[in-house]
């Protein structure tokens, strides 16, 4: 159940209170605070990104600190230049908005990733759209798909969206991506697994490792799409936790943790999995975090505001000028029941989605949040909004 926010404040100061006078210390109290969810005081919007690059429409706008400098890594973007999969930008901390980024003599900005010579091939197989996929208007009514030639895969193309980004130090940042194949079909995607990227510091495109000839990847197409990444020590040690959603009927899913050590992320093999009360070597034991939840956990991170980790997502199927909140005292949870947070005031539409938290934007009771808003056909933009907490 989702509780909303002005319901809860009298009640949730009553209980803080309560907690206070019987326990008489303030950890106690600190940990109920994470359990029991968010109030949020206010929402407002923020500056417009501003660029020298040409872009039609980007979505996602994942982001990570390294230094004094911002990386910011979009997904789909539409150019002079053509459909690319993932573009990237950097700022400086004091101006986050203003980016600066690489591009072409068409002012496009550069792909992200790089395809490998077997990626590539596809994509160039299936550039050129055989006639019948293009004549939709004479396709039967209701059919999902035009009939094409045998063994021809209509608009199918391979796509590497990105996840989160953990920085290894200023220079370096290690950067989770979705390899997919995206169908004919809308909301046609086929998961191929989960891969890293390298990101360095000043350049917007990575370094994708490779094993024999082919890019490195750490989850497998029969495996969850860990996407979602946050950090936290453990055992003196830094830890990536990484989280995946499963399992979805309709909106609901339930939603997997894995960790690894920071210095060991490449190795799939150093990978553990939360089944409830241990971390597991067997992905096959692991046991939902959360289970049928609308949308998922979505973006993760730490406030110290709160003493808490956050959760942040929106989704078309659940509404995405609706923000689900959530809270937890560490990245396996528990988590708290989701605060809904509305961005309607914002002129944000029911058809957002792709909300993502930036921890190195705000200070701790203001946190800076960004959504994708499509506009019409390919167009449509990320904004910036930020939530200040009470």
Sequence with gaps: MRKRISSRIARGAVLSLALVLVAGGCSLRQRYEAWRGLRVARVEALPEFDTAAWEFGRDAGNSVRMGSEILWI????????????????????????????????????????????DEEAFNIAHAEVPPCCAQRDECPTGETYC?????????????????????????IGLNYYEKVQVGAAPLD?????????????????SLRPSNRGLP???????????????????????????????????????????????????????????????????LGAARPILAGIGGGLGSVAWNEYLGAYVSAVNDICVGGNIVLMRTAPRPEGPWSEATEVDLSSLGVRPDAYAAQLHPALGNGRDMVISYYQPLRDIEGSVHLARITFE
């Design 74 to 117: 979009f997904g789909d973007t539409f150019t002079w230049s053509g459909l690319r999969c993932a573009t990237a930008a950097w700022s400086s901390a004091d101006n986050p908005t203003r980016l600066r980024e690489a591009f072409d003599e068409w002012y496009s900005p550069l792909q992200f990733y790089e395809f490998s010579i």
């Design 147 to 171: 009939h094409c030639p045998a063994q021809t895969d209509c608009w199918t193309r391979i796509a590497i969206w990105p996840g989160d980004t953990i920085n290894i130090n200023d220079v």
């Design 189 to 205: 995607y086929r998961h191929l697994g989960t891969g890293i990227a390298i990101a360095r510091r000043g350049s917007t495109q």
């Design 216 to 282: 490195l990847l750490i989850f497998h197409d029969d495996e969850p799409n860990f996407l979602r990444a946050t950090t936290a020590h453990h055992d003196g040690k830094t830890h990536i936790y990484l989280y995946a959603s499963t399992n979805r009927v309709g909106c609901q899913v339930d939603v997997l943790v894995a960790r690894v050590p920071l210095d060991r992320a490449l190795r799939r093999d150093e990978y553990r999995f939360w089944n409830g009360a241990d971390w597991v070597r067997d």
